[in-house]
């Protein structure tokens, strides 16, 4: 008996292991990391408003932008592993090659739609940083949560086409 989970094995002409890592257990580590300096930004603050009598008056919003980045970096892992949540009652009832039509469909207009995205956040990237805007409570630089869009969807985009094949074939 093996304890391999089916998580752990590439569908036949899959990407190989070390993309695993790259695109799963890289943001998992990058989200748990975040997830812990949020909490001891947090306890932090609650251990200087209570006990000092003062309030870091950055740290929600500091926290508010972690979670940004946490939310986008998931959400390459979650693609990579196609675990995003979809509606595929239609296409997996589908005969081939229908259902690889349908599949390839969607793929495409996934990745058009995260190339649009890519694109915007670039602009609004660029922006911001142009004109130096920072948060109103810590002087965050506002490029920090922002660069979390256009970081997430370029990687979504290059993990769809790299898992073109798993994709189209529903195989994941």
Wanted: hydrophobic residues 55%.
């Amino acid at each position: 008996m093996s304890d391999d989970t089916p998580e752990d094995h590439e569908p036949v002409g899959g990407p190989p292991p070390r993309w695993r890592g790259l695109f799963v257990s890289l943001p998992r580590a990058l989200i748990a990391t975040l997830i812990l300096v949020g909490v001891a930004i947090n306890f932090a603050n609650v251990i200087s408003r209570y006990l000092f009598n003062f309030a870091l008056f950055w740290a929600e919003e500091a926290m508010v932008f972690i979670i940004v980045w946490c939310v986008f970096i998931g959400a390459i892992a979650v693609t990579f592993n196609g675990a995003h949540l979809r509606m595929d009652l239609l296409s997996a009832r589908l005969v081939s090659p229908w259902r690889e039509i349908v599949n390839s469909f969607t793929m495409l207009t996934f990745l058009a739609c995260g190339c649009f995205a890519a694109f915007q956040s670039w602009k609004v990237v660029s922006l911001i940083g142009g004109i130096g805007q920072v948060s109103n409570a810590g002087g965050i630089p506002m490029v920090i949560p922002h660069l979390a869009l256009l970081v997430g969807f370029v990687f979504m985009v290059i993990v769809v086409a790299m898992r073109w094949r798993a994709y189209v074939t529903g195989r994941f």
